[in-house]
């Protein structure tokens, strides 16, 4: 692992990664010599199932680890940041958008938005004020009603509404679409880039499905980065 | 939005879980200090009601027997002392006080105790607090009883009432032989004493020898009747025994066979604000060599009792931590029960910015709120529940049991099932603090 350091490249906002090693037990690894996303860059990470996306992401946000290398969040490197730390790290600075959402359950959907706003250390009226204007922005008709009672395409949006309420460096999603059908897949996707755009946030998407591929001006293949092939 | 809304959002959501574990805890907890309280009061009530007596004398089998029947009203002695025994002990040492007591009638299931009005005015229940009259005033002459406070108000007694008593202390308030003719009125009310004393009714002794010698000349004539009215005219109606001849007693009729006693309070003389004399047990050891007799120094025998009963409480005292113990596993086991769901949360909050150290504490926080929720509405439902309790005690053996639970006492083991509950949560908080973040955010197959 690389040192802590966390000084500032003043040319390299948004994502920077550099030399990063990645193994996994069963022989499936990721190497990345040099990726770059610039800050307010929208990107589709595309691969078929399996091929290391979802990792890629999560090496992003600091929720796994990597052998070797550096990723650069807004110039801190995050595989340099330990336990409270990298978390804390995490909340402030990168939103994550789930292919099942992943909101909690028992909560309203003002109050999934306001915890995400409170781990990254808003102050309570800023997490309201802030989660009431994600929230209205993307059209939630109620804020107020638990987030199980709100429709599948409702609950996308709350779970967007999480992700760019704080803006933060950077925005992850990772198959946002697969449970959608095309129609809904595009509309989900635009409604995350437009939400991203507006939390001026650095975006990238994984997804499978090829159909994605004319709503990003980047696309990036993540075989490229998989010097040997996934074994299952 | 703070991690208490979540702790409690959490406890919600597991709504059925939360609220069983909860009561789990209540019960532990209301079950505790309800022992605690019950065995705090009970002991109380048998330290009061041996007052400022030194010795007792009685003619029981032993002399822890003589103190619970004597002063305790458990039964009625079944052997009298003769006239000529209380004097000849009356008379073998200067005591401050010997007050000589016949237990054996009762009235409507509270026993009566015949004395003298030395009993009321010297001895104290607890010592250093003696009788005092809620109304009216103590017996001055035959057929006239002062009441307990708990008799009165179990019985509806107002002074000026008359009333009958019956022979024997049986329970059952129809049963026994009553002594009609000779109704006694209530000339007073006591006011509480905390002690056994309060169930027990008052009176002269010789009102009841007057009615049992009256009794005992009847029985003799009735018994010759009885000859005869087998022979005349068979199934002659027994219950009537007072439609036979009155045969009418007179005090001055009373002989020395007449004049029995079933116990003889004593006490030695002491310096003023002493309740101890040098000579007790030297007393206590001269009236022991008398062989028709049994002494017994009422403190030393409660104290023997209460080292009994202890042994005994303290078994319900354990079986009621073992089940606190096992309320504290019921959380664990729950939270741990549910770990699937609450990983996929653990998971999210770590996603959103939360340490694994903060994940911890919101499982530590949930199973301590459990106990403290489980403690509060057990404090309550005990308050309630040795209420009740004291009331049964109360009805069933007599003993005037206070329903209230040390502050003190309580606060330990409420603070007691708090922390049990915090500990409870450890193993579910390891859990969290371990959930392997990017495993629980995948979508579920």
């Known amino acids: ?232 | 939005m703070n991690d208490m809304i979540i702790v409690l959002r959490s406890l919600r959501v597991r709504l059925l879980a939360s609220s069983v574990t909860v009561a789990m805890v209540a019960i532990a907890v209301a079950l505790l200090l309800v022992l605690m309280s019950l065995r705090e009061a009970a002991s109380q009530a048998f330290r009061r009601g041996t007052g400022n007596i030194h010795l007792l004398v009685s003619a029981d089998a032993s002399p822890l027997v003589g103190v619970l029947n004597g002063l305790f009203y458990a039964n009625a002695p079944a052997n009298p002392i003769a006239w000529g025994k209380y004097e000849e002990i009356k008379n073998s040492f200067p005591w401050q006080w010997a007050i000589p007591t016949q237990l054996g009638d009762s009235f409507r299931g509270s026993p009566v105790m015949a004395t003298t009005p030395d009993f009321l005015s010297n001895f104290e229940p607890v010592s250093g607090q003696p009788f005092q009259y809620a109304s009216g005033k103590a017996f001055a002459e035959d057929f006239q009883v002062v009441a307990g406070s708990q008799a009165a108000s179990e019985h509806g007694l107002s002074v000026g009432q008359k009333i009958v008593f019956s022979h024997g202390t049986g329970g059952s308030r129809e049963g026994g032989h009553q002594h009609a003719d000779h109704p006694y009125e209530v000339v007073g009310i006591l006011k509480p004493t905390g002690s056994a004393h309060d169930r027990a009714l008052f009176t002269n002794l010789q009102s009841t020898w007057i009615i049992h010698a009256e009794d005992r000349r009847e029985n003799a004539a009735s018994a010759e009747h009885e000859a005869e009215a087998e022979e005349d005219h068979a199934g002659h109606d027994h219950a009537h025994e007072h439609e036979h001849e009155h045969e009418h007693v007179e005090a001055a009729d009373l002989t020395d066979a007449d004049k029995l006693m079933t116990g003889i309070l004593l006490r030695l003389p002491t310096r003023p604000g002493s309740d101890a004399s040098a000579s007790i047990a030297a007393q206590f050891d001269r009236l022991r060599r008398d062989m028709a007799i049994t002494v017994a120094q009422p403190a030393q025998q409660i104290g023997r009792l209460m080292a009994i009963v202890g042994d005994i409480d303290w078994l319900f005292l354990a079986m009621a931590v073992v089940v606190l113990v096992s309320s504290a596993i019921s959380i664990m086991l729950a939270m741990v029960s549910s770990m699937e769901l609450r990983r996929r949360q653990v998971a999210v909050l770590r996603v959103l910015g939360a340490s694994a150290w903060r994940v911890f504490a919101l499982a530590i926080t949930e199973s301590t709120l459990i106990g403290l929720i489980g403690a509060i509405l057990g404090a309550i439902l005990a308050l309630g529940g040795s209420a009740i309790a004291s009331t049964i005690l109360a009805q069933r053996i007599g003993i005037t049991v206070a329903g209230t639970i040390d502050p003190r006492s309580a606060a330990l083991v409420m603070a007691g099932a708090v922390v049990l509950a915090a500990l409870a949560g450890i193993i579910p908080a390891i859990k969290s603090y371990r959930t392997p973040v990017a495993r629980h955010l995948r979508p579920i197959a």
């Open chain 1, 1 to 232: 692992m690389n040192s802590a350091s966390s000084e500032h490249s003043a040319t390299t906002s948004g994502i920077e990664i550099s030399g990063l090693h990645f193994a996994y037990r069963r022989g499936f690894q990721l190497s990345i010599p040099y990726f770059h996303v610039a800050s307010g860059e929208h990107v589709l990470l595309a691969g078929s199932s399996g091929s290391g996306k979802s990792t890629l992401l999560h090496l992003i946000a600091g929720i796994d680890d990597a052998s070797a290398g550096e990723i650069r969040i807004g110039g801190t490197n995050i595989l340099g940041l330990h336990g409270a730390q990298r978390d804390t790290f995490r909340g402030k600075n990168i939103g994550m958008i789930f292919q099942t959402f992943n909101l909690l359950q028992g909560f309203t959907a003002l109050e999934n938005v306001m915890m995400a706003l409170m781990l990254a250390g808003y102050s309570t009226s800023q997490q309201r004020s802030r989660a009431e204007s994600a929230l209205s922005k993307l059209a939630i008709a109620d804020p107020h009603s638990p987030i199980e009672m709100l429709s599948v395409g409702q609950q996308q949006r709350v779970a967007v509404a999480r992700a760019v309420a704080g803006e933060p460096c950077v925005v992850l999603a990772d198959e946002p679409t697969a449970s959608l059908d095309p129609a809904n897949a595009r509309a989900a996707i635009d409604l995350i880039k437009e939400a991203a755009r507006a939390a001026g946030s650095a975006l990238i998407v994984t997804s499978h499905d090829p159909s994605l591929r004319e709503a990003f001006t980047r696309i990036v293949e993540v075989s490229q980065f998989a010097p040997t092939e996934a074994v299952r």
